[in-house]
């Protein structure tokens, strides 16, 4: 990572477990801001409950202990008494299957802005177009904005969950696997969004295809059995790995 970035999350000693289960390890990460960090890795091995740790989910589950730091533009978001819904403002969040809500196509785009912005109604109709617009979806949609969403194809609503969480200013953007239930060619306009969306944003990217990481990483974090293995920017990552592991992994070894 260039020296001048800065860091947008770091984790200090975080360690996460269910029913006493460790599944997160001493993790210590910096992902730096308005990069595209891929966090990779094999099955099972924590990925996403590192994703979801960022803005806070994680503790909606049973039973979860959660210990360390999480630190968010410097600050920890594991203190008490802190506002949740102002740290999941801050982090958008694309699943691995698109969920967009049961209403139209405009009102999913809509939606968090009534909630989370005072905009009126023509500033929300101009930010409906331009999140549209920026996803790629506008020319597409423009005609039956107030169709169900749910009469989209997959690939288009996952781009309209994109839109949806765009469309309430966040400065991180998680996503778990985006297009891993898209076909060929709507992954690809996901990843080409990703990579348009890291100017302005923070974006981090679990994958476990290793050819998708090398295509849009700026930076990389492998996990392993719940640890950190290694970590570094993307070029480094990838034609110098310092782990035995790491090579193991990349080498298709381990998998
Ligand atoms: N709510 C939960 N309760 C109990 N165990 C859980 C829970 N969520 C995750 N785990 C366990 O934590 C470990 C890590 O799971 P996680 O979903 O983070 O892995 P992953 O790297 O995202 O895997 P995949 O690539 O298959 O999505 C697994 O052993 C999983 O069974
Ligand atoms: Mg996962």
Not at 14 to 28: A, M, P, R, T
Not at 41 to 67: H, M, W, Y
Request: hydrophobic residues 40%.
């Amino acid at each position: 990572m260039s020296t001048e970035s800065r860091i947008q999350i770091e984790t200090k000693n975080l360690n996460v477990s269910f029913h006493d289960h460790v599944v997160l390890q001493n993790i210590d990460i910096k992902i730096p801001a308005k990069k595209l960090t891929a966090i990779i890795g094999p099955s099972g091995c924590g990925k996403t409950t590192l994703l979801k740790s960022f803005n806070r989910l994680l503790e909606i589950q049973d039973d979860v202990k959660i210990a360390g730091q999480i630190l968010v533009d410097g600050k920890n978001i594991l203190r008490p008494h802190l506002d949740v819904p102002d740290i999941r403002k801050k982090m958008g969040l694309l699943s691995q299957k698109p969920y967009p809500l049961p209403m139209s196509i405009r009102d999913n785009v809509a939606y968090g802005l009534r909630i989370h912005s005072n905009k009126n109604k023509d500033e929300i109709e101009k930010t409906v177009e331009h999140c549209l617009q920026e996803v790629g979806l506008w020319n597409e949609v423009k005609g039956r904005l107030h169709d169900p969403a749910s009469q989209l194809s997959v690939g288009q609503q996952q781009r309209l969950c994109l839109a949806r969480a765009i469309a309430v200013e966040p400065e991180v953007v998680l996503c778990d696997e985006p297009t891993s239930a898209l076909d060929p060619l709507a992954a690809q306009q996901i990843e080409k969004l990703l990579l348009k969306l890291k100017k302005d944003y923070t974006v981090v990217l679990v994958t476990h295809t290793l050819r998708q990481a090398k295509r849009v990483a700026d930076y990389v974090i492998f996990l392993y059995f719940g640890m950190v293995i290694e970590q570094g920017p993307a070029d480094i990552f990838f034609n110098n790995p310092k782990n035995p592991e790491t090579k193991a992994y990349l080498s298709g070894e381990i998998s």
